[in-house]
């Protein structure tokens, strides 16, 4: 039986077709997240590090997702800002302003896609694919 708490928080610029079930367990569960998970650009020149478990994970489908990725989904893991540190290469993450609720951020060198930032919600979705040997587990998903 999972124990924590569960709150449901609407995206919607970002997700609008999508409901997004933000859970919270603690470590003590046997299917506890490592305590810190490290990432990095496709080149290496930007790394960086998470701490604890995600709020959620999933794939967005959303247009500007696509259009950034130019995927028809996007695979992302949802933090706290304060759970999401830069430890390499800060002067070469890249910065564009996609929405009033979102900048997404990646590698000035190579291009990698690395997090997009919700400044307003407190919150920032690393790219699953920029985290190295975490157990990716999406609960959030498209409706089709």
């Known amino acids: 039986m ?39 650009c496709y080149c290496g020149a930007v790394e960086i590090e998470v701490r604890g478990a995600p709020l959620d994970m999933g794939y967005c489908h959303c247009e500007n997702c696509r259009r950034y990725s130019a995927a028809p989904v996007s695979a992302f893991t949802l933090w706290t800002k304060e759970n999401v540190k830069i430890t390499k290469g800060e002067e070469f993450l890249g910065k564009f302003e996609s929405s009033d609720i979102s900048d997404r951020r990646f590698c000035t060198k190579c291009g990698g896609h690395i997090m997009v930032e919700h400044p307003t919600l407190g919150l920032v979705d690393v790219r699953a694919g920029a985290l190295r040997n975490f157990p990716f587990k999406p609960t959030v998903a498209p409706q089709l």
């Open 2 to 40: 999972k124990t924590g708490i569960e709150e449901t928080v609407s995206l919607r610029s970002c997700f609008p077709d999508s409901i997004i079930l933000a859970s919270w367990f603690p470590d003590s569960s046997s299917d506890a997240m490592a305590d810190t998970h490290t990432g990095r």
